[in-house]
């Protein structure tokens, strides 16, 4: 048990145990998903970023927010009552091939993906430990296999994950720290990684279970893993996959027919 007798991310039960989430990036797309899993689960929800999702996420709240900048980070968290759960989502990046010339673009990819994450997670970390809560850091599987046209996003993720399990370490037993390693997600998006709905269907039938995940399939898991069901759970990685990739090489061999000789 942590000091004070109640596990990481524990209620009491009750409407005063209402718990505060914040979601960084839960606008749209993946993180609109983690919003409206932890809204549906009865938490009170503020999602921030730099611009207002395109239309009201039910049960959340909205505050601008540019997580680049770090004092206005420091201070978005210095004004907030509480908080129990701290959904690390903002990120992503285009798809750019390494060039020399590109190296100013590529390490902001890695300060969104990365350093964004690092700043947020101190600057909400008094208010988690008073509360005994979370942090779910949204990851990717680019950050475990090479990712051409994204690395500088992959190596961002991979040190993400890193950092969580580090941070884990540190900060136990009064948070817990996880990362949430999401695979390919169908958002609006979508047309932009993949193509059209061919393309779409195409990429989906190389995922095990035979679709792309769903914004809600994201946020379930990530409403677990600071739920009280994960509450020996801290330092860990959450593959949300579908079951992972094929081997390429089991598509490119040329074997027999199987039978022994």
């Not at 239309?55 to 420091?74: I, N, Q, T």
């Not at 990739?245 to 490119?252: C, K, N, S």
Request: aromatic content about 4%; proline content about 7%; overall charge positive.
């Amino acid at each position: 048990m942590p000091r004070g007798g109640k596990p990481c991310g524990q209620r009491t039960g009750g409407p005063v145990d209402k718990r505060l989430v914040v979601v960084t990036g839960g606008t749209r797309g993946v993180g609109a998903g983690i919003a409206r899993a932890f809204a549906e689960a009865g938490d009170e929800v503020v999602v921030c970023a730099r611009r207002p999702p395109p239309a009201p996420l039910d049960g959340c709240a909205f505050h601008p927010l540019d997580l680049r900048d770090p004092p206005a980070v420091r201070a978005f968290f210095g004004r907030l009552p509480r908080l129990d759960v701290l959904v690390n989502n903002a990120g992503g990046a285009p798809y750019r091939l390494l060039t020399g010339a590109d190296a100013e673009r590529h390490a902001r990819v890695i300060d969104l993906n990365l350093v964004t994450p690092l700043t947020a997670s101190l600057a909400a970390y008094d208010r988690l430990r008073r509360a005994r809560g979370s942090v779910v850091m949204i990851g990717s599987v680019s950050g475990t296999r090479p990712s051409p046209g994204t690395a500088a996003y992959g190596a961002a993720k991979a040190g993400l994950e890193n950092l969580a399990r580090s941070m884990a370490m540190e900060w136990a037993p009064d948070v817990r720290v996880n990362t949430l390693v999401a695979g390919m997600v169908r958002t609006e998006l979508s047309h932009l990684h993949y193509g059209d709905r061919d393309g779409i269907g195409a990429v989906s039938r190389t995922v095990p279970l035979g679709r792309l995940a769903a914004p809600a399939d994201i946020g379930g898991a990530a409403v677990f893993l600071a739920s009280e069901a994960a509450a020996y759970i801290t330092g860990a990685s959450l593959l949300v996959h579908g079951g992972g990739e094929r081997p390429a090489f089991l598509d490119a061999a040329t074997a027999d027919d199987g039978k022994e000789r």
